[in-house]
């Protein structure tokens, strides 16, 4: 059985909250996901940065036992992504995008990851995930994220990429638009009934709703008193979500909600500090408490 | 021991929403709260209405078993609110307010109802609500709403009546609003700490978050396909919420949790149709039913 392989973005973030600024930080979507998910299972990442992508970087990657054989060192810059929240942290405002070397990105799968077990295609041009797809042995699980750039412009394309996923992953303005109506659940059965078994959509600080074709699991997010700076919490999301089914290979409805609960626990960890700084100081115990605490929060007793 | 005691609006409404329109319907805080409490409890309504109300209304607020013996009628025309909502159903724009005979309104809480087992103070003016608590006798539970108007122009007031107050509900854009800042729990710790025991923040589609001084429960709205129309969904929750606690007179956390669900399960009937066209049409067993498949939508394992 292979590993868990990721491919998306690593970039260097500058990001301005109520509660703080950095600049030129450790960001991109493959970054959260993998480092979430190397708390459950062993993780492959498929990416690419330019020469001047800082070594300490990878050392840290590497410390979480990440493999980046997939990792392409290329010459040119690192993408970068500037963003800022207002105190509604929902919403990031984007102010800068400089894609630089990820412009021309083209995932080339080696070898030894062409047999993963799970397969998690980060927010590219669908017409790449395509081309990802065609490289590897089918996995036994597919998810996706994507984003109103591409539910725009490459529609086609990425309900080719959606025929063949298991997981949608992508945030309610996303599930809307690519719906193109308001009402989630009417959006969840049209887009079930053309694709993926399983629609993921995050909602921020509202937390989570699977929907499938049995069953609808909502989650809320983790109450916190002091959220820094939301970036990366949905890819650290997908990868909790990802990260414990890929270590348990357990693909049944219980399974898959406590998934959903790991990946709300360890996007509840990201907010709490700016970059990963949370996700590098933490402990297995202390995601485990975290789950015992979001039962606590959301159980209430049936009736008898 | 008393009824559950209800003071608040009766209105007339016109409501616009993208699914249809309705002129001059039933509505109102107090008609909300006490046709969703008559489901699990006796209710008596303080409330003031018109020489024009119509007498079809009253008819139906008795079928429900409502005591309307504190429902006084005045010389002038019935509360009207004029509203729409837009495709984000989540707030309204209101179009007319014409409060009429409301305006004067001064409730006098008749000798029968000086006992409540349970008082709902619903959103008037904080002097009001002070002036109501005057005439009962403590109840074993209060609970009350209010709104920014309120917030912002009878702060001190609004804080005299929370001293006294053991849950207020509120919506997230109040509790923000009386917090002063813009993250849930920290209001919530500093709401806890200068009054109610309780806070319910509600947050429309993304469902109601309890806060007491141990702990927090957050449960989802319950997804549904067709939202015809949001007026009254808050103040049914309250009315499902309480309408269970007096039923059972049980305020254990594990009760408290149980009509926070039951009064989501009530506003999510509610929303299904215009007016209190739904809550009409409800049975008991549709309530318990819809309880249940909140059980199934919210429930996951917890780790062994």
């Given at each position: 059985?292979?590993?868990?392989?990721?491919?998306?973005?690593?970039?260097?973030?500058?990001?301005?909250?109520?509660?703080?600024?950095?600049?030129?930080?450790?960001?991109?979507?493959?970054?959260?996901?993998?480092?979430?998910?190397?708390?459950f299972t062993s993780?492959?990442?498929?990416?690419?940065?330019?020469?001047?992508?800082?070594?300490?970087?990878?050392?840290?990657?590497?410390?979480?036992?990440?493999?980046?054989?997939?990792?392409?060192?290329?010459?040119?810059?690192?993408?970068?992504?500037?963003?800022?929240?207002?105190?509604?942290?929902?919403?990031?405002?984007?102010?800068?995008?400089?894609?630089?070397?990820?412009?021309?990105?083209?995932?080339?799968?080696?070898?030894?990851?062409?047999?993963?077990?799970?397969?998690?295609?980060?927010?590219?041009?669908?017409?790449?995930?395509?081309?990802?797809?065609?490289?590897?042995?089918?996995?036994?699980?597919?998810?996706?994220?994507?984003?109103?750039?591409?539910?725009?412009?490459?529609?086609?394309?990425?309900?080719?990429?959606?025929?063949?996923?298991?997981?949608?992953?992508?945030?309610?303005?996303?599930?809307?638009?690519?719906?193109?109506?308001?009402?989630?659940?009417?959006?969840?059965?049209?887009?079930?009934?053309?694709?993926?078994?399983h629609l993921v959509?995050?909602?921020?600080?509202?937390?989570?709703?699977?929907?499938?074709?049995?069953?609808?699991?909502?989650?809320?997010?983790?109450?916190?008193?002091?959220?820094?700076?939301?970036?990366?919490?949905?890819?650290?999301?997908?990868?909790?979500?990802?990260?414990?089914?890929?270590?348990?290979?357990?693909?049944?409805?219980?399974?898959?909600?406590?998934?959903?609960?790991?990946?709300?626990?360890?996007?509840?960890?990201?907010?709490?500090?700016?970059?990963?700084?949370r996700l590098r100081?933490?402990?297995?115990?202390?995601?485990?408490?975290?789950?015992?605490?979001?039962?606590?929060?959301?159980?209430?007793?049936?009736?008898?």
């Amino acid at each position: 059985m292979g590993n868990l392989l990721v491919v998306g973005s690593v970039a260097l973030d500058t990001v301005k909250t109520p509660f703080g600024e950095v600049s030129e930080v450790l960001g991109g979507s493959a970054t959260y996901f993998a480092t979430a998910a190397s708390y459950f299972t062993s993780v492959d990442l498929i990416a690419v940065v330019g020469e001047d992508f800082p070594d300490q970087h990878l050392r840290f990657l590497k410390s979480r036992g990440i493999d980046l054989t997939g990792l392409e060192r290329r010459a040119g810059e690192t993408f970068r992504w500037k963003g800022e929240y207002s105190h509604q942290l929902n919403e990031a405002h984007t102010l800068d995008t400089r894609l630089n070397v990820f412009e021309t990105f083209r995932p080339k799968i080696p070898d030894q990851y062409r047999s993963p077990s799970m397969l998690f295609l980060g927010n590219i041009d669908p017409e790449l995930q395509l081309d990802v797809l065609r490289q590897v042995r089918r996995p036994i699980l597919v998810a996706c994220d994507t984003m109103n750039f591409w539910i725009e412009r490459k529609r086609e394309a990425l309900w080719r990429v959606l025929e063949q996923v298991d997981v949608l992953i992508i945030n309610d303005g996303e599930a809307r638009a690519l719906g193109g109506h308001p009402n989630l659940t009417q959006v969840a059965r049209e887009t079930l009934a053309r694709g993926p078994k399983h629609l993921v959509i995050k909602r921020g600080e509202y937390g989570v709703v699977l929907f499938n074709q049995k069953q609808t699991f909502a989650a809320p997010a983790f109450p916190l008193e002091q959220v820094q700076d939301p970036t990366g919490a949905g890819d650290t999301f997908a990868g909790g979500f990802m990260g414990y089914l890929a270590a348990t290979g357990n693909l049944s409805e219980a399974s898959i909600r406590q998934a959903v609960v790991f990946g709300s626990v360890m996007a509840s960890f990201t907010v709490e500090a700016f970059s990963l700084d949370r996700l590098r100081a933490l402990d297995y115990k202390e995601i485990e408490a975290r789950f015992r605490e979001f039962k606590r929060l959301t159980h209430f007793e049936d009736l008898s």
